[in-house]
């Protein structure tokens, strides 16, 4: 099946206009291209659950807090087209900058006390420029379901804060995770990384997965928990930006663990960071 590329506002809603009249359910995979198949699961659970879907490709400039980021950030739109295609997509939407913001931007969403810690705390501005672009997807869109991976917890609790307190009428779907064989999180930007860092990549998942193991064996503790991961970080090449065991829905820290709890971080390999994350529960 070939994927219609639209890169204008009017014809993305002119084309979705005779499927939404035939009752078809629409799903969005918002995305900043450079698709790996942690997309790729995106996009077929979408298609498994929609009769049209649409794969939004936009590098958000207004969520990047480094303009070298932004810069650097990858791009492959031909690639991401075909990589649309393999899996049933129908249109991949890939506006220009201009497009999306053909004005100076005088409104942005605020999702206040979900996004001052983690992410928040290192990248200002971030989640405002998140929330805004997404909320925009969706008004451009109206999609029934938009698909959001769990790699990014706190953006995921964020657009369901959003979603929920603004009454947008769409269901937010949640997608699990993926990851290589040794335990690394696909990411776009996994691509910068070289040999050498990418060989200790892993060390983050384990450190993790020595979090999950210490609450499963029954620690409350949070800072012994935390103590346990962040030990396993300790290693020449890596910088730990943060790690935190925070509540999953309001992204505020728990200090004794009673109830499931994501266990969060972000870390720099060289001049690439890479956040990852799991939900752990106590044993
Ligand atoms: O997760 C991403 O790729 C982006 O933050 C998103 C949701 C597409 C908004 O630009």
Redesign the pocket.
């Known amino acids: 099946m070939s994927a219609r590329v639209i890169s204008s506002i009017s014809e993305l809603r002119e084309t979705l206009a005779p499927c939404r009249q035939a009752g078809e359910v629409i799903g969005l995979v ?3 291209g450079a698709l790996h198949e942690g997309h790729g699961r995106l996009i077929g659970q979408a298609v498994r659950d929609s009769g049209c879907v649409v794969v ?1 490709v ?3 400039p207004i ?1 990047f807090n480094d303009q070298q980021d932004y810069r650097l950030y990858p791009r492959s739109l031909d690639a991401d087209v075909e990589f649309c295609e393999r899996r049933g997509a129908a249109i991949v939407f890939a506006p220009a900058v201009e497009e999306m913001y053909p004005r100076p931007l005088k409104s942005s969403v605020e999702v206040a006390g979900l996004t001052e810690r983690l992410c928040g705390e290192f990248r200002p501005g971030h989640f405002r ?2 929330a805004t ?2 909320l925009k ?1 969706l008004q451009i869109v109206q999609p029934e379901r938009a698909y ?2 769990e790699k ?1 917890a706190q ?1 995921l609790a964020v ?1 369901r804060r959003m979603v929920a307190d603004l009454n947008v009428p769409v269901t937010i779907v949640g997608v699990a995770t993926v990851r290589e064989p040794d335990g690394l999180a696909l990411s ?1 930007r996994n691509r910068r990384l070289s040999a050498a860092e990418r060989e200790l990549a892993p060390v983050f998942f384990r450190a993790l997965e020595a979090a999950r193991k210490r609450i499963a064996s029954g620690e409350r503790d949070a800072a012994a928990v935390k103590q346990a991961a962040l030990a396993v970080l300790e290693q020449p090449g890596i910088r730990v930006e943060y790690l935190e065991i925070v509540d999953p829905d309001e992204m505020q820290p728990a200090p004794a663990i009673e109830g499931r709890v994501l266990v969060a971080g972000a870390i720099w390999l060289g001049s690439t960071r890479l956040i990852d994350n799991l939900i752990c529960e106590p044993g």
């Open positions: 918002p995305t900043m939004s936009f590098v958000n969520q420029g998140v672009v997404v997807l959001f991976g990014d953006q657009i776009s």
